[in-house]
């Protein structure tokens, strides 16, 4: 009987195991990326061992000047192992009283996905294949308003064995801090002056116009999902129409970029 009891709780516990790395596969479950308003909690809370903290892990277009509030970065993430089967990650922003802040956007629904009320990044079960002992995710941020003052991104990286456990996966853990820019130009206030995105709200269509020249509008929606991207070639006299009547009723971001890199994003409402 004492041998039956201690057979099935083993078997309990490894089913425990192999439910929860096949859970995780598919992303982080949120509040993992070891940042001050996560409380530090990290990836060791459901795989095992001891973090390491790595620098040049997370890089972005934020040029050295600092982010200018409401422009749109990208953000890469990128994490190295030797020998690793499978890699995972859960990425976010803080301001310095530890507040999630700017508006985080998936670029590449296929490898990754928001989480922790999506004020994080993380993989899914399509993004953990390493190239050789690398693996990379990018996602655009789009910076919060003036004064919100430093922002740091923070990360969380497993580098799993393949073992079929949570057993023997190594853990990292990377930061990166950056300014706002203070002294935003002219040039910039222009571009974002001369850009009309309307209706507000909209229906079946949305009109955007600009004095300046327009290279891309991209439109996402609140979940940070690219809906579509529209490029130069498809822009006639920086002057768009465009079609959303096959759209659901919600709140979209539009992102509006110059010819000269200036980028500027508008907040749309659609409505029934």
Known sequence: MRRSLLFFAAAIGMLVLLTSELEYSGGSPGAKTGSP??????????????????EGWIESTIPAGGYVPGDTYTIT????HSGVSKFGFEATAEDSENAKTGTLIVTN??????????HSVTHKSGGTAPSGDMK????DWTAPEAGTGDVSFYAAFNATNGNGSTSGDVVY???Q??????GTGLEDESFENSVSVFPVPFND????????DISEVVLYNS???????INADNISNNELKLNTGNLDAGVYIVSVTGENGERITKQIVKVN
């Open 109 to 118: 629904a296929d490898e990754t996905k928001l989480t922790n009320g999506n």
């Open 205 to 212: 269509r949305i009109y955007v116009k600009s004095d300046i």
């Open 173 to 175: 853990l990377s930061s």
């Open 37 to 54: 308003g996560d409380g530090g909690e990290n990836c060791t809370s459901c795989h095992s061992g001891t973090p390491s903290t790595v």
């Open 223 to 229: 979940a940070g999902m690219l809906v579509k991207t």
């Open 177 to 182: 801090a950056v300014t706002e820019n203070l």
């Open 77 to 80: 993430v990128t994490g190295t």
């Open 136 to 139: 990379s995710w990018s996602f």
